[in-house]
């Protein structure tokens, strides 16, 4: 069986705390014959200020590369606000997604049964509601040029962020929703604005082409990014796939989060393009942050660690079965009524981060 390089990078706060129930899933399934994996750990954003002064050593990048898969906790705390800009816990993730060419960052929005009910929307809008956000991560209005604030002559001051995009770029995040797709329900909702955007017009030109010669099969629809946000809430289960660009994808992700409850549930994905040897870089994260609020106090869901881990055994190594298995085995942990805090009801019965991990091992084993 084919042995799997996967690197672990904890980081900061509730990230190793997370990362160590994530550890036992990928023990068992070791153990239980289902996958084969080479594990290693390394330092990420604080801690590795801590060592070695900068968010990202060379040493661990090098890894990353070499690695199969990367499974991120999360970064940053109160401990390095003071730290230089440039050497700030979060460029270490940023420079990790830049120098793998991360450009495609997927974000599932699953609402779990036994949750419909935390929802801040009713129970039957969100109820079985799984769709799947791909956002464009390296294009876009956070890294167009310019990029600056200038000084006017009556001292006033002006702000510029520009918002570019490619054909290419367009293109594989297109094949990445279209590709998806295929392998869900078969539908892709694009967002954009081409009523006021230059980048809009050619998006949905791109996606629209993309569409005709590769997918017919796929059914495609284009929405305004606006009033995507209002159907996202009106009426969530009308979407599969929705593919959008860097800065509507943020916002849009973010929205979709909510829907479903707590942040501690959510996983995501950012993809690299397919090599020659058909495989890509990947990087594997809960969408949450480090939760300094909570650290050490054994508070922190893992389930949106445990979640990603099972996006990497889909999308990075073709075990869909071992995916499936990890997620059914988070659906009935949920609906036998175990709760972290964050996602408990008054009155129920709150466990702790490791007897989560331990209660999900637990049902992977039934
Ligand atoms: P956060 O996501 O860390 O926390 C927001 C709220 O959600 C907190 O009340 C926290 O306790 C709760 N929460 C988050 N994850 C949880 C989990 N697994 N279980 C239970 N509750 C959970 O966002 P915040 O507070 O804005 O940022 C804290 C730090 O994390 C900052 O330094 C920020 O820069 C960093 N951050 C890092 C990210 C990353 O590594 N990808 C993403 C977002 C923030
Ligand atoms: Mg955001």
Redesign the pocket.
């Known amino acids: 069986m084919t042995s799997y390089k996967l690197l672990l990078l904890p980081?900061?706060?509730?990230?190793p705390e997370?990362m160590a129930e994530v550890e036992k899933v990928v023990a068992w399934l070791g153990n239980a014959g289902l996958a084969t994996f080479e594990t290693e750990i390394d330092l990420v954003?604080g801690a590795a200020i801590d060592v070695h002064g900068k968010p990202l050593a060379d040493a661990t990048l090098a890894k990353a590369d070499a690695a199969d898969a990367i499974l991120?906790?999360?970064?940053?705390?109160?401990k390095w606000n003071g730290v230089a800009y440039d050497i700030r816990?979060?460029a270490g993730?940023l420079r990790l997604r830049k120098e793998l060419g991360l450009f495609a960052n997927l974000r599932p929005a699953i609402c779990y049964p036994a949750l419909a009910e935390a929802s801040a929307l009713k129970p039957e809008l969100v109820e079985g509601l799984d769709m799947m956000i791909v956002r464009e991560l390296t294009g876009g209005v956070y890294f167009g040029e310019p990029k600056e604030i200038t000084t006017l002559p009556d001292g006033s001051k002006r702000a510029v962020d520009t918002q570019v995009y490619t054909t290419a770029e367009i293109e594989r995040i297109a094949h990445v929703a279209f590709d998806l797709a295929r392998k869900r329900l078969g539908r892709v909702a694009s967002a954009e604005k081409n009523n006021v955007m230059k980048t809009g017009v050619l998006w949905k030109e791109v996606v629209t082409r993309v569409h005709q010669e590769h997918y017919a099969d796929v059914e495609l629809e284009h929405v305004l990014a606006d009033n995507c946000a209002m159907q996202l809430v009106r009426r969530p289960k009308q979407f599969d796939v929705l593919v959008t660009d860097n800065l509507f994808g943020d916002v849009l992700s973010d929205v979709a989060a909510m829907l479903t409850g707590?942040?501690?549930m959510l996983p995501s994905a950012s993809l690299g393009a397919i090599d020659a040897k058909g495989t890509r870089k990947a990087l594997y994260?809960?969408?949450?942050?480090?939760?300094?609020?909570?650290a050490g106090k054994g508070?922190?869901?893992?389930?949106?660690?445990i979640g990603s881990l099972a996006m990497c055994l889909r999308y990075s190594f073709g075990l869909g079965v071992a995916a499936d298995r990890v997620e059914a085995a988070i659906t009935r942990t949920l609906a036998s009524g175990a709760r972290?805090?964050?996602i408990a009801s008054e009155g129920t019965k709150v466990i702790s981060t490791a007897e989560m991990g331990d209660a999900i091992v637990r049902e992977l084993a039934a």
Do not use: Y
């Not at 980081?11 to 990230?15: A, H, L, N, S």
């Not at 991120?72 to 109160?78: Q, W």
């Open positions: 980081g900061d706060g509730i990230g997370v954003g991120l906790g999360a970064v940053g705390g109160p816990p979060e993730l707590s942040l501690g994260e809960p969408v949450h942050g480090s939760a300094p609020d909570i508070f922190a869901n893992p389930i949106a660690m972290t805090r964050d």
